[in-house]
């Protein structure tokens, strides 16, 4: 990441030595969806527990003896830190091991890692947050870090994609942050009964969006690389350029610190330089299939 993307985008370090895990408790267990959970991690350690901070769009490596470790980006808000959470889809081996925990189980967990999304850059301006499916999980934070500084920040817009309505995540949550001075729209690829909202990709939300200001307006996406590359592109139509958007980046992270090699893409290494990058940076690579 260069110097200046870098400056926008500040990030804590892991505690103590970075390859050790702690131990950390499952407090609670929350099913989202059909394959997502929502699990509230407590760090036994109190000096720990108590030292832990993380920015939005930074991520942990949890560890289950046995199976191995997996990347789980934090979906809490950045400023509670009593219990870390995480929500994550059972898709592999540590996922569907941690899907089979219950609370009171322990697990290891090693972080912060990462860089994280470019809150500070965006005071001022106005933000628009774009997310397919398990993409809304790492922009939550933002959403909560935003809400609570919301003299801060500008006109703030929520473009949310899923397949169906019944795979949203947080729907409990939506009017919340609609009264508190988030605008939320969904769309699903498909349709169900009940279902009145809108029908489509989430690029769409974007390039129907009336009261925009490209000039004044930092976006940040998260989902599927197809998703991401259209959404960059519906913004880029819209008057944007390439510095003024942000996306975060899911590749297979191992060591979490740069040195495997699992999670390069092109030049750059997913868990060091990313997840979240300024486009002009990632946006090369996101254009090679099977990359």
Not at 32 to 54: K, M, N
Not at 249 to 256: F, I, L
Request: proline content about 7%; overall charge neutral.
């Amino acid at each position: 990441m260069n110097e200046s993307a870098s400056a926008a985008a500040s990030h804590f370090s892991p505690q103590a030595n970075a390859w050790v895990p702690q131990t950390a408790v499952i407090r609670e267990i929350r099913p989202e969806v059909s394959g997502v959970t929502t699990y509230q991690l407590a760090l036994i350690d109190s000096v720990a527990a108590e030292t832990y901070r993380f920015a939005p769009g930074q991520f942990n490596m949890l560890y289950v003896p046995g199976a191995g470790e997996a990347a789980i980006s934090m979906s809490g808000d950045p400023d509670a830190t009593e219990t870390l959470t995480h929500t994550i889809r059972k898709a592999g081996n540590v996922t569907g091991r941690i899907a089979a925990m219950q609370v009171g189980d322990t697990l290891g967990l090693r972080g912060p890692f990462g860089t994280s999304w470019p809150v500070d850059l965006c005071r001022g301006k106005d933000v628009i947050l774009v997310a397919g499916g398990i993409g809304l999980p790492p922009l939550r934070p933002v959403i909560y870090r935003m809400l609570s500084e919301r003299e801060n920040y500008g006109q703030l817009t929520l473009l949310y994609g899923s397949r169906t309505p019944e795979m949203r995540l947080y729907t409990n949550e939506y009017q919340r942050w609609q009264g508190q001075g988030f605008d939320v729209r969904q769309t699903v690829d498909r349709s169900a009964p009940g279902w009145q909202g809108n029908v489509g990709v989430v690029p769409q939300l974007l390039e129907r969006l009336q009261s925009f200001d490209p000039a004044n307006t930092i976006i940040m996406i998260c989902g599927p690389d197809i998703m991401m590359r259209f959404t960059a592109r519906a913004a880029l139509q819209r008057g944007m350029t390439t510095e003024q958007i942000w996306v975060s980046t899911e590749r297979n992270m191992q060591c979490a610190v740069g040195l495997c090699g699992h999670c390069q893409l092109g030049p750059e290494f997913i868990c060091k330089d990313g997840p979240v990058f300024r486009y002009d940076q990632i946006s090369p690579w996101l254009k090679v299939e099977a990359l």
